[in-house]
């Protein structure tokens, strides 16, 4: 299941950053940010962008799949299509894009 929560997000940074028995120092310095900064994002208390995710997730040897989502029930295609006639044009141009990103990153 796809996670949107930014604390779980947060928090599977942090198990894999301690399974890659790294700081959180030496993390950012991988991904080009301020110990502070990753340090917020990893706590769930700061949004990110794209880039710096992919960046993240190289300086932690994992894919954004291994980050993102969790075990449990999956949403199916049917599901995803609707949510995404549900919201804006500009809206649906941004999931696209983010999958776009998320499937290149595979």
Request: proline share 2%; net charge negative; glycine share 4%.
């Amino acid at each position: 299941m796809l996670i949107f929560d930014k604390i779980k997000i947060g928090n599977n940074l942090l198990f894999f950053r301690k399974k890659a028995g790294l700081t959180q120092a030496e993390v950012a310095e991988k991904a080009g940010l301020a110990d502070r900064t990753y340090a917020d994002i990893e706590r769930g208390e700061a949004n990110m962008r794209i880039e710096t995710f992919m960046r993240i997730c190289e300086a932690l040897r994992v894919t954004p799949n291994d980050v993102l989502t969790e075990e449990g029930s999956s949403v199916t295609e049917e599901e995803i299509l609707e949510q995404i006639r549900l919201h804006t044009p500009k809206e649906r141009q941004t999931a696209l894009d983010l999958l776009a990103v998320y499937f290149k990153s595979l």
